[in-house]
């Protein structure tokens, strides 16, 4: 760890395995919320350039806190964009390819995906965590800013959602 102007930084090293470990699954996370993979990408990189200039290397739960970084950053990336005026009116007519679909087209979990996104954001975020990122539901409750006690109802009301959804869609939940 070093120290320049006060700040305490990671060593090179730390960060790079932390990125090879964990950008894949950031860059998931955030892409799941924004559903645009531009802007997963640029929340992505920023995630672990605040990781390069703040995180010191004694924090207990790295992977914690880089997905708490990464969800703030997109919560204040969403406040940007409710003041931003597109310049043009007429959405573009792109063929870029889906990546999050495509993964889960090929892991045949496209009804889980289009289920979760009949969800709340909070609820969804909570199972993206807990199912996606491997957090218990007290690191959940931290990253979220909830009690562990929200988090675990919270959890139990998107899982019973889904299935309903499921079920009334005649989607094969078994």
Not at 72 to 79: S, T
Not at 120 to 130: P, T
Not at 131 to 137: D, E, K, N, T
Not at 154 to 164: F, G, I, P
Request: with cysteine.
């Amino acid at each position: 760890m070093t120290a320049e102007k006060g700040v305490c930084t990671i060593d090179r090293e730390l960060l790079n395995q932390l990125y090879f470990k964990y950008s894949k699954e950031i860059y998931r996370y955030l892409y799941a919320m924004c559903q645009n993979q531009a802007v997963a990408q640029d929340l992505t990189q920023d995630t672990f350039l605040k990781a390069l200039l703040s995180l010191s290397e004694s924090h207990g739960n790295m992977k914690a806190w880089l997905y708490l970084v990464a969800r703030n950053l997109y919560l204040n990336h969403q406040k940007k964009e409710k003041f931003h005026v597109p310049l043009d009116e007429h959405p573009q007519n792109t063929q870029a390819p889906n990546m999050l679909c495509q993964v889960i087209q090929e892991e045949n979990n496209a009804q889980l995906f289009h289920a979760m996104n009949q969800l709340s954001r909070q609820k969804r975020e909570i199972l993206q965590l807990q199912y996606f990122g491997g957090f218990s539901q007290k690191e959940i409750a931290a990253i979220l800013r909830l009690t562990p006690g929200n988090v675990r109802v919270l959890a139990l009301r998107a899982k019973r959602e889904l299935k309903q959804y499921l079920e009334a869609n005649d989607y094969d939940i078994s």
